[in-house]
């Protein structure tokens, strides 16, 4: 079949031939800038990067296959490399970068040093120290309306518009990144003649400097910007957008030219082919990133109007990726409680066959809470689900996605009285330890999480300031609505909306630990502060006092009590959060989300009086803990009753597995729109029991069409390595 020639074809390229493409192109690419550095001396950022731009664009090597009907290939970015400068390997896109990344350091050493302190002591989470370079998404607006010739048009009317040295650079380079793109396309033009690819060749004279005009054209003007702006700017790009909603214009006018819909759903799987081929699933996933590719489209959600949006390419895209199997690019589903049945049942099918693509994502939830942290409602009504999980808006603005603050080391050394590690982050030393009343207890840990979250935003912020020194963005910048009229890069606050996110880990466990604490020591008296603190710090010998822990009331157990303190901690994280400082402006938007960390901090963290003992897997986002038992999915959706979700811009995620044999395809859509009406925002679910997963670890080779959601991405369950399979077996198996 034709599909599998392309996937051996193209995987051929991408494991054998592409890794050493690229480290050619790095060391050309680098020997150039450094000659032209040592030449013209004390330049800025900006004059650098124009020319960096410059320089790739000659140097790429434009690549074709056989029965693939896109220009998209430079042979300059590793298959795991969505852009990101030395993901996967060192890219020719990296050399400014590297070059000037000392800047951060430079600007305030204790500061710096505490930052990386916070990483290595699982404090703090990041992509970069200061910045997230990593979870960026595609602007496609500007390329379908007016293209890239319109988009430098913009840039020479506004240059005279210019009152600064920087302001004056930033044109330079934003130019120099638009005629990259330019010539990267006239080269990927030459091959194609030289190749007698001639439908290619004239496509590629045309898009994306003109829009495109034709569905084909579209999907070639997609695959281009991927891989062209991902090979210039160094940093990574992980969404298509609004695929359905963007395209459906070129649809209509294929449809009336006559082409078939059979032939777009062809060229539509081919498109899905190519990224999912730059999957290595040669070995099991042993570590956190062999098997994430930040690559993803949006389906659904609502029009401009607030409409339901369900079309013919949405249903197109749904059917290709069915065709394939492709795992990638990730399709993240937008819904809400209104969606046509058609469309539920369209998209939550493969999830109760046991096949977990997709995260889904309530546009009921997530809207709202973009509109309450500043984002217009027209913005909010266009937003996409990038990389993971990230709630974006990438035609005018980009935020900070993937900044953790793990509340659970500070909580480890606050029960643990662990002075010495709180103090050494400036945190307050009072400890769990002589607390006379719940009170005290609380009011003393919330004094650690808010200097917690105050450093983390104080860092941040100064620290961010810099980037536009180190590796600006002028190509990402001119594509974005906002960046030419305020004549700034997105680096140095040129987006919209200039906010960042702050996404905490560990909500559930440390909840569930301080209603042990409450019941046991205060409400109840089963024991003093002291018994419990040498329970928990002998790994709990005392069994009988764990259970007692585990059977106190838990977030979202369907109690009242519970669900009251959920939601008094929840509004006071928020409060606290939207005291934090940013670099431009602006609030931070508060989430839950946390990635594979749930298996490689969980070793390291040691008892909680919730009953956890060291090593047992923590809750990651929003989810329940997995020591609850019983529990069921009326529960989950009752446990938010006094959350107010509105105040969660950032995103929250729940990672579920649904009952499998339980959950028919009508009950799973009656789920998700009760889901979706209770304000649950990122669902990630995946539909099979334990019973045929234990069966799969045994015979692997009949179970290969399971697919679970793993964290933030999904993967067929018998590739897992024995401890991501362990961590998936440990979690709540709900009831219906």
Not at 410 to 431: I, M, R
Not at 499 to 512: I, K, N, P
Request: proline share 4%; aromatic share 12%; net charge negative.
């Amino acid at each position: 079949m034709i599909y599998e020639k392309i996937r051996k074809d193209l995987k051929a390229f991408y494991f054998d031939e592409l890794p050493d493409c690229v480290e050619k192109m790095r060391a050309r690419v680098f020997a150039k800038m450094d000659e032209y550095d040592v030449a013209n001396p004390n330049q800025n950022a900006f004059v650098l990067k124009a020319k960096l731009y410059e320089t790739i664009a000659e140097e790429i090597e434009p690549r074709f296959f056989d029965d693939v009907p896109f220009y998209c290939e430079t042979s300059s970015l590793v298959p795991l490399c969505d852009g990101g400068f030395n993901r996967g390997a060192v890219h020719a896109n990296g050399w400014l970068f590297i070059r000037n990344r000392h800047l951060f350091q430079d600007l305030d050493t204790d500061l710096f040093d505490q930052m990386r302190k916070g990483i290595t002591k699982d404090v703090y989470g990041v992509t970069q120290t200061y910045i997230d370079n990593m979870h960026i998404g595609l602007p496609m607006r500007k390329m379908f309306t007016v293209g890239l010739c319109g988009v430098y048009e913009e840039l020479l009317a506004k240059e005279s518009t210019a009152q600064t040295d920087e302001e004056r650079d930033f044109f330079l380079c934003a130019k120099a990144g638009i005629l990259a793109l330019k010539r990267i396309a006239e080269r990927f033009a030459q091959e194609a003649e030289k190749q007698g690819r001639i439908e290619l060749c004239e496509i590629a004279k045309r898009v994306p400097w003109q829009p495109p005009q034709t569905f084909h054209e579209g999907l070639c003007a997609m695959a281009f910007l991927r891989k062209a702006l991902g090979s210039l700017e160094g940093v990574g790009f992980n969404s298509f957008g609004r695929v359905d909603k963007i395209l459906y214009p070129l649809y209509e006018k294929d449809i009336a030219r006559g082409v078939s819909e059979e032939e777009m759903l062809d060229c539509i799987c081919k498109f899905l082919l190519v990224w999912d081929s730059m999957l290595d699933t040669r070995e099991k996933m042993q570590g956190a990133w062999e098997y994430e590719l930040e690559n993803t489209l949006t389906l659904g959600g609502c029009d401009d109007d607030g409409k339901p949006l369900y079309n013919e390419v949405t249903r197109l895209f749904l059917d290709a990726r069915e065709n394939t199997g492709a795992l990638y690019p990730k399709m993240m589903i937008r819904y809400s409680a209104n969606s046509p049945q058609e469309y539920m049942e369209k998209v939550f099918k493969p999830l109760v066959d046991g096949q977990s693509f997709s995260l889904y994502e309530s546009d009921d939830a997530i809207i709202p809470a973009l509109v309450k942290a500043g984002v217009e409602l027209q913005d909010a009504r266009d937003y996409v689900v990038g990389g993971c999980w990230d709630a974006i808006t990438p035609e005018c603005s980009n935020k900070f996605s993937g900044e953790y603050v793990s509340m659970l080391k500070p909580w480890e050394w606050f029960v643990h009285g662990n002075v010495e590690e709180l103090q050494s982050f400036g945190f307050p030393a009072d400890c769990l330890d002589g607390a006379r009343s719940f009170e005290e207890v609380y009011a003393r840990w919330l004094a650690i999480v808010k200097l917690l979250l105050m450093k983390k935003g104080m860092a941040q912020s100064k620290g961010s300031r810099t980037w536009y020194k180190v590796n600006p963005v002028g190509a990402l910048s001119a594509l974005l609505e906002t960046c030419i009229d305020k004549r700034r890069d997105l680096t140095a606050g040129g987006g919209k909306y200039n906010r960042e996110s702050v996404y905490l880990v560990g909500f559930a466990d440390v909840v569930d630990s301080l209603l042990a604490i409450k019941k046991l020591c205060f409400d109840e008296k089963v024991c003093s502060i002291e018994q419990l603190c040498d329970a928990v710090r002998s790994e709990w010998q005392d069994e009988t006092l764990r259970q007692r822990a585990l059977r106190v009331c838990s977030y979202a157990d369907g109690s009242e009590e519970s669900a009251r303190f959920a939601g008094k901690f929840f509004d006071d994280l928020y409060d606290i959060v939207q005291e934090m400082p940013t670099a431009y402006g602006g609030r931070y938007r508060m989430g839950f989300n946390v990635y594979t960390e749930v298996v490689l901090w969980s070793d390291k963290l040691l008892a909680f009086p919730n009953g956890r003992r060291k090593g047992d897997y923590f809750s990651p986002g929003l989810t329940p803990s997995r020591l609850q038992r019983g529990t069921t999915l009326s529960d989950l959706l009752d446990g938010v009753r006094y959350m107010d979700m509105q105040k969660c811009g950032g995103n929250a995620t729940y990672t579920i597995t649904l009952p499998a044999g339980k959950m028919d395809l009508q009950r799973a859509v009656e789920f998700f729109r009760a889901a979706s009406r209770c304000g649950l925002q990122g669902m990630q679910p995946s539909c099979v029991s334990k019973e045929v997963l234990l069966r799969a670890q045994k015979e692997p080779e009949n179970y290969g069409h399971i697919i679970v959601r793993v964290s933030g991405f999904s993967a067929p369950f018998v590739l897992l390595s024995p401890k991501y399979q362990d961590e998936f077996l440990s979690r709540n198996f709900y009831q219906a």
